[in-house]
T-cell receptor, first 114, second 114 residues
Framework: GNSVTQMEGPVTLSEEAFLTINCTYT??????LFWYVQYPGEGLQLLLK?????DKGSNKGFEATYRKETTSFHLEKGSVQVSDSAVYFC?????????????FGQGTTLQVKP | DTGVSQNPRHKITKRGQNVTFRCDPI?????LYWYRQTLGQGPEFLTY????????KSRLLSDRFSAERPKGSFSTLEIQRTEQGDSAMYLC????????????FGPGTRLTVT
C-alpha cells in the first residue's frame, strides 16, 4: 500500500545534541518526499524536500537524503536548539506523476531542553 | 504573498448544526487541498481542486461534507449535521501546477462539536 511511517515520539534531547527522526515509506515508483514542521500553535511549514533517489534536501541545518534502497527519508540535524521543539511530519506525494495528495506520517514530537 | 489564510480559526458548534469554513489560497496557486488532522495524528487528505474542478475526494469525505471552489480562487468546506467525531483541525493547502507541487498550508480551523 501507500504509507509513511515515522519513529514514535516524543524525542527529548539536550541542546546541541544530534537529531535523527526516522521515516520510511511504501510506494510504487519514486514519489517526492517532504518534511513538514509544526511549531506550537502554528500551521504546517514545509521544511525540506527531495524529488528523486539520492537527492538531499536541506534547510535551517536540517537534512534528509532520499534512499530508495531502504525506502527511507530520515531527518537529521547536527546540533539542535530549544527553538527546534516542534512536531515533525514526514510526507510523500501520491497520485500519478506526483500530481496528487500528500500522505503523512503520524508525526514525531521533538522536545529540546536547555 | 500573504500565504494561505483560513477562517474562522476556531469554531464551536452543537451536534447537528451545519458549519462552513473558508480557505483563501496563495493568489497564483491553482491547486487547493483540504486535509483533516486529529490530535496526535498526521493530516489526512479530504479533497482537492485544480482551478474550480474538484479532481479527487477521499472516502473519508462522507455525504455530510461538501467542498466548493466556484471561481477557482477561495474554497469553502461545509459540514452538515455535525457529529462529535467531526471535531478536528481542518487544514487547507495550495500549490501551483508547475514544478514540484509543493503544498503550502494555512493555519487551520479548529472545529469542536459539543
Amino acid at each position: 500500500g501507500n504509507s509513511v511511517t515515522q519513529m514514535e515520539g516524543p524525542v527529548t534531547l539536550s541542546e546541541e545534541a544530534f537529531l535523527t527522526i526516522n521515516c520510511t515509506y511504501t510506494a510504487t515508483g519514486y514519489p517526492s518526499l517532504f518534511w513538514y514542521v509544526q511549531y506550537p500553535g502554528e500551521g504546517l511549514q514545509l521544511l525540506l524536500k527531495a524529488t528523486k533517489a539520492d537527492d538531499k534536501g536541506s534547510n535551517k541545518g536540517f537534512e534528509a537524503t532520499y534512499r530508495k534502497e531502504t525506502t527511507s527519508f530520515h531527518l537529521e540535524k547536527g546540533s539542535v536548539q530549544v527553538s527546534d521543539s516542534a512536531v515533525y511530519f514526514c510526507a510523500r506525494l501520491t497520485g500519478s506523476s506526483n500530481t496528487g495528495k500528500l500522505i503523512f506520517g503520524q508525526g514525531t514530537t521533538l522536545q529540546v531542553k536547555p | 504573498d500573504t500565504g494561505v489564510s483560513q477562517n474562522p480559526r476556531h469554531k464551536i458548534t452543537k451536534r447537528g448544526q451545519n458549519v462552513t469554513f473558508r480557505c483563501d489560497p496563495i493568489s497564483e496557486h491553482n491547486r487547493l487541498y483540504w486535509y483533516r488532522q486529529t490530535l496526535g495524528q498526521g493530516p489526512e487528505f479530504l479533497t482537492y481542486f485544480q482551478n474550480e474542478a474538484q479532481l479527487e475526494k477521499s472516502r473519508l469525505l462522507s455525504d455530510r461534507f461538501s467542498a466548493e471552489r466556484p471561481k477557482g480562487s477561495f474554497s469553502t468546506l461545509e459540514i452538515q449535521r455535525t457529529e462529535q467525531g467531526d471535531s478536528a483541525m481542518y487544514l487547507c493547502a495550495s500549490s501551483s501546477s508547475g514544478g514540484l507541487y509543493e503544498q503550502y498550508f494555512g493555519p487551520g480551523t479548529r472545529l469542536t462539536v459539543t
